[in-house]
């Protein structure tokens, strides 16, 4: 069975930081990219970076600059470190890996469950 446990969201300030985590769990032999998306309320889910398992990244235009994506292949680990938080940033927040192969599941792509990032003063 994988699992995919996200922590780290929260209510932050404008300008300040947060650090996304998430760590897929089970007997996983490998997985090829993983990412981060969002959904703010009444909007569709968007993907805003994604890293290969070679470390290639990606961003959506409007958090380049501010937010890192970062793995450890070792612990079948993704981050995601946000700066400069804006109240646009607001949303739950997914991880998503992509083509995991596991002992006992299919192989495929698989989401966590989702965080709260809310950006307020």
């Known amino acids: 069975q994988v699992q995919l446990v996200e922590s780290g969201g929260g209510l932050v300030q404008p300008g300040g930081s947060l650090r996304l985590s998430c760590a897929a769990s089970g007997r996983i032999f490998s997985i090829n990219a993983m990412g981060w998306y969002r959904q703010a309320p009444g909007k569709q889910r968007e993907l805003v970076a994604h890293?290969?398992?070679?470390?290639?990244?990606d961003y959506v235009d409007s958090v380049k600059g501010r937010f890192t994506i970062s793995r450890d292949n070792a612990k079948n680990a993704v981050y995601l470190q946000m700066n400069s938080l804006k109240p646009a940033d607001t949303a739950v927040y997914y991880c998503?890996?992509?083509?995991?192969?596991?002992?006992?599941?299919?192989?495929?792509?698989?989401w966590g469950q989702g965080t709260q990032v809310t950006v307020s003063s």
């Open positions: 998503k890996a992509e083509g995991l192969t596991a002992w006992g599941t299919t192989h495929g792509d698989y």
């Open positions: 890293i290969t398992s070679g470390g290639m990244t």
